[in-house]
């Protein structure tokens, strides 16, 4: 039985804190305490070396990491201790050999493999294999892919757009969110499922609920993380951020326009919002305000800070002056 998780945070596990001779031991405890049953073994004599972060929510367990070389096999006695959830590797930089169902199938870097945890087979790769892993419950997918079964046991090609948006949103979140509630965890979970069920061919009217839930959710993250972590640049438009996404200017509009917002809206709120928090961090950030409304993609200091005051009911050398006069009154 998998460990139950008491809080919905990041795992991580680091071979740099644990004695040499007991890596191994703490690594498999990890994988056969949060995420798989196997039998595990080492492919060499070197000390095993590897890093990974893990997070486990009630339906839904995923990580990544970088490992060394493992021979990991799933016998008929751990498989009869486990269920039928649906668990996906990822090869996200290596080699990776399955055997299952009688077969041998080898996944390529950027691909992915699609396994049920009720079935036995054997899972190996060599030194310093960077892995992405998903375990998620089967009803959750198979509600929106039909004979779902068809689909375990075989590979996904690098290509497939669902797995690369599903490995996207993952990153997102794990980055941004703090998944402090249930609610928030049942939603990232939900997602999660519609993009697999993509990945896995979902078709008909099952497509349907995963495109409109899932996949317009997932792209919307991920732009708003990219749009975050470019405010600085004055020529975003949705002209040259849809590109990136493989989506056209107007379909991006579009799923900013189903939270009630534009794009523009978005993009000026965050830069704003940056620009504040710059203005009152006195001790971290001593530019000139010039320079802030610069660095946070305003090309116009006139614009920045009309649409500064309107905002926040103050202007940028208001808010320096009052960070600056409670400072030191401490």
């Given at each position: 039985m998998l460990a139950s998780p008491d809080h919905?945070?990041?795992?991580?596990?680091?071979?740099?804190?644990?004695?040499?001779t007991h890596r191994f031991a703490a690594w498999n405890h990890v994988v056969n305490g949060w995420l798989l049953g196997v039998e595990s073994n080492?492919?060499?004599?070197?000390?095993f070396r590897g890093s990974a972060c893990l997070r486990a929510l009630p339906d839904l367990r995923y990580g990544w990491g970088m490992l060394g070389g493992t021979v990991n096999r799933r016998t008929r006695t751990l498989v009869a201790q486990?269920?039928?959830?649906?668990f996906l590797f990822?090869?996200?930089?290596?080699?990776?050999?399955?055997?299952?169902?009688?077969?041998?199938?080898?996944?390529?870097?950027?691909?992915?493999?699609?396994?049920?945890?009720?079935?036995?087979?054997?899972?190996?790769?060599?030194?310093?294999?960077?892995?992405?892993?998903?375990?998620?419950?089967?009803?959750?997918?198979?509600?929106?892919?039909?004979?779902?079964?068809?689909?375990?046991g075989s590979a996904l090609a690098p290509g497939n757009e669902g797995l690369r948006l599903l490995i996207r949103y993952l990153q997102v979140m794990h980055d941004a969110e703090p998944l402090a509630t249930v609610e928030a965890s049942a939603l990232v979970t939900r997602h999660v499922q519609d993009l697999l069920a993509l990945a896995?061919?979902?078709?008909?009217?099952?497509?349907?609920?995963?495109?409109?839930?899932?996949?317009?959710?997932a792209r919307l993250k991920t732009i708003k993380a990219y749009v975050d972590q470019h405010l600085g640049w004055p020529e975003l438009s949705p002209e040259n951020v849809a590109p990136r996404f493989r989506i056209s200017a107007?379909?991006?509009?579009?799923?900013?326009?189903?939270?009630?917002?534009?794009?523009?809206?978005?993009?000026?709120?965050?830069?704003?919002?940056?620009?504040?928090a710059a203005?009152?961090?006195?001790?971290?950030?001593?530019?000139g305000i010039g320079d802030v409304?610069?660095?946070?993609g305003f090309g116009n200091i006139s614009y920045f800070n009309r649409r500064f005051r309107a905002r926040y009911g103050a202007t940028p050398s208001d808010i320096r002056n009052r960070d600056l006069l409670r400072d030191r009154s401490r």
């Open positions: 919905f945070g990041a795992r991580f596990f680091r071979t740099s804190a644990i004695p040499e080492p492919v060499s004599d070197a000390p486990d269920n039928d959830d649906l990822v090869n996200s930089g290596g080699t990776f050999a399955v055997s299952q169902r009688r077969r041998e199938t080898d996944i390529a870097a950027g691909g992915a493999y699609i396994m049920s945890c009720a079935e036995v087979g054997a899972y190996r790769w060599p030194e310093g294999m960077k892995l992405t892993v998903v375990r998620t419950k089967l009803d959750g997918v198979s509600a929106l892919v039909r004979n779902v079964y068809d689909s375990v896995l061919g979902a078709v008909g009217e099952g497509r349907d609920v995963a495109i409109a839930r899932g996949l317009r959710a107007r379909t991006l509009q579009r799923l900013f326009e189903a939270e009630g917002i534009t794009f523009s809206e978005y993009l000026l709120s965050r830069r704003l919002a940056r620009a504040h203005l009152g961090d006195l001790r971290g950030d001593a530019r409304a610069l660095a946070c």
